[in-house]
């Protein structure tokens, strides 16, 4: 299994309500990742997670909240979002240093009415 | 500290017709690339990629690169594109960064070209 999977694809959610994005894989990847990326840009780094273990936080607002359940699972919990945070969301997993690339999941398009 | 510049933002190009998009990158460290392509609304995925060894690099699809370490490049051609071809194309650098008492490797993108294949 050489794939990153994001559920769900698509998803609308109020500036009320309480979601989770999820990504999974399963090439024994111990580095994951999560990514913004807004129409016409590159993505944007938001967290990384080492061995399970939060490594990075970019100064993402905390109204975003990851999780990393095992070393094959990566959530992404959203509660109270603003319109401004519609983008695509992409997870991706590498080997534990990342220096040989990264792979990518199809990515979860979110959008905040 | 690591960057990368894509110097096209959008490259239009007809039908089997060979193109080259440029990619310059600046790090401090031992450096490894990647091109990245994105289709509507996918995620990426990697065409190609150097990490040591020969300066060609081939990928799928076709593409190919050529590390310069002389000039700080790293362009991709492929010498007859298709319809299919039409998408955007991210270069990126890899370094090793200082985290929470470890390190890891942070990828660091280009601002992304579109190339775009006429009939």
């Known amino acids: 299994d050489t794939e990153v999977t994001q559920t769900p694809k698509h998803l609308v959610m109020g500036m009320t309500n309480k979601k989770s994005l999820k990504c999974e894989q399963h090439m024994g990847h111990r580095a994951m990742y999560w990514y913004k990326q807004k129409a016409k840009k590159p993505p944007e780094l938001m967290f990384v997670?080492?061995?399970?273990?939060?490594?990075i936080n970019e100064s993402v607002p905390s109204r975003f909240s990851p999780e990393c359940p095992n070393s094959s699972l990566l959530n992404l919990h959203l509660h109270a979002l603003q319109p401004e945070d519609s983008a695509l969301y992409l997870c991706?997993?590498?080997?534990?240093?990342?220096?040989?690339?990264?792979?990518f999941g199809s990515g979860t398009r979110l959008t905040v009415v | 500290a690591q960057s990368v510049t894509q110097l096209d933002s959008q490259v239009p190009v007809f039908e089997e017709a060979p193109v080259e998009l440029r990619c310059n990158y600046s790090s401090s460290v031992s450096v490894y690339l990647f091109w990245y392509v994105q289709y509507p609304n996918q995620g990426l995925q990697l065409l190609l990629k150097?990490?040591?060894?020969?300066?060609l690099v081939k990928g799928i699809n076709g593409f190919e690169a050529e590390f310069n370490k002389s000039q700080t490049s790293f362009h991709l051609r492929k010498p007859s594109v298709h319809i299919s071809d039409t998408a955007e194309y991210f270069c990126a650098v890899s370094g090793v960064v200082p985290a929470g008492g470890t390190s890891y490797g942070k990828l660091t993108f280009g601002q992304g070209t579109i190339l775009t294949v006429h009939p």
């Open positions: 150097y990490l040591s060894g020969s300066t």
């Open positions: 997670y080492s061995y399970e273990k939060l490594s």
């Open positions: 991706a997993s590498s080997q534990a240093r990342g220096l040989g690339g990264y792979t």
